[in-house]
């Protein structure tokens, strides 16, 4: 009886917190991405995939991201429903896809994680953003290199890496994680997958695509990490603001390099292990990411969500869960206006718009010291593949 209680339990948080998501999808529009998606949508149905990177630097997603978006304008027509609302329901599916991922890699309680997260519902519920769908496609490349299915685990992360590039920076720690018997296989459905996503594009669009996908730095330097600091800083105290402008100009150029050692000092870390978790190592890379990064933008944190109970004591992951939540509710409601939210406005004006960025920094913090905390967990004792 317990266990069917808790079986009933089970279904019912689930499709509580997909309810949620549809509700958050039907009464609001999203964030700016919204409209950026939607005119990145025309540039596509006038010139095609390949040469709509020829058109502007501002598209600068993945082919795949741009398949999916004339499927999803397909959708949107045949059903008569909003772009941005298809858009955002393909997300929610995708936090679904991830729960069944994480289920199967640890049972309820990591489905739940993540289902549960205030967070992760706002970014894909609401913000417009293709974060959730490449972070599911990840976490399910885990699941599958786990049960000994390495081609498919490289499809997957391949097609993860066609949403969004940055799986493609996890592809040595799949490597190093796997028996050697199974690494040719995986490397084999990764670069089969991987060819068959940006060949087209790259035969269209020539060496813009390359430029346009692999050379954007990522998210703004505001509010958040060594820039935003130092924007701070120069704002506020003027005897230190040509230091502080100063500072961060030098970190916006060359802070990505900064963050190349960081990623190669995650591999080192990852090889120098017998036996590690993936999603272990990749939440460390994810983090350092974040804590080294010039720039960011708030549906990043989307990432982190179905990764922190492999990096973490489970109480840890919690807590980084609920700043994470935090964070995305403040920064929406201040871009919103208020609350209820509709319309999440990265440049709208207001008396409390400093509050998106202390909650910037302080969010920063709090990645900082997870970063720290994970690192030491891998090293001392590296997690099972089960969170706990």
């Known amino acids: 009886m317990g266990v069917i209680l808790q079986s009933r339990a089970f279904v019912v948080l689930c499709l509580s917190s ?24 025309s540039v596509v149905k006038r010139f095609g995939i390949g040469g709509a990177y020829e058109q502007s630097a501002m598209v600068n ?6 398949v999916l978006i004339v499927v999803v304008d397909m959708i949107a027509q045949a059903t008569h429903l909003a772009f941005t609302d298809v858009f955002r329901l393909f997300q929610v599916a995708a936090d679904g896809v991830c729960a069944a991922a994480l289920y199967r890699i640890g049972g309820p309680r990591l489905a739940l994680f993540v289902l ?44 993860a890496g066609g949403i969004k590039v940055v799986p493609f920076l996890f592809v040595p720690l799949f490597v190093l994680a796997q028996a050697r018997e199974a690494r040719t296989r995986f490397l084999l459905g990764f670069g089969s997958t991987a060819a068959a996503v940006f060949l087209p594009a790259l035969m269209a669009g020539g060496l813009v695509v390359v430029k346009h996908i692999f050379g954007y730095a990522g998210g703004l330097p505001h509010e958040w990490g060594v820039p935003g600091l130092a924007f701070a800083i120069s704002r506020n105290f003027p005897a230190l603001r040509e230091i502080g402008q100063d500072v961060m100009r030098a970190y916006v150029g060359y802070g990505r390099f900064v963050v190349y050692l960081a990623i190669a000092a995650v591999i080192v870390m990852a090889a120098r ?30 990432w982190l969500f179905p990764l922190l109970p492999f990096a973490l004591p489970w109480r840890g992951a919690i807590a980084v869960n609920i700043a994470g939540s935090l964070f995305l509710f403040v920064t929406y409601t201040i871009w919103s206006g208020g609350f209820p939210w509709w319309f999440a406005d990265l440049a709208r004006p207001g008396p409390f718009r400093f509050l998106a960025a202390v ?4 969010m920063w913090a709090v990645v900082c010291f997870a970063l720290v905390a994970a690192v030491r967990r891998f090293r001392s004792s590296p997690p099972p593949e089960t969170a706990g």
């Open 18 to 41: 997909m309810l949620v998501r549809l509700a958050l999808v039907a009464t609001t529009f999203g964030t700016n991405d919204a409209i950026f998606w939607t005119q990145w949508l």
């Open 61 to 66: 997603h993945p082919p795949l991201a741009l």
């Open 116 to 159: 549960l997260s205030p967070g992760a519902a706002f970014v894909s519920a609401f913000h417009c953003n293709s974060d959730p769908a490449m972070i599911a496609l990840v976490v399910v490349a885990a699941a599958l290199a786990m049960s000994g299915r390495p081609f498919l685990a490289g499809i997957a992360l391949a097609l």
């Open 273 to 302: 292990q017998r036996r590690f978790s993936i999603l272990h190592a990749v939440a460390v890379m994810v983090l350092a990411l974040f804590a080294f990064a010039p720039g960011f933008g708030v549906q990043y944190i989307a």
């Open 359 to 362: 909650a910037g920094y302080a």
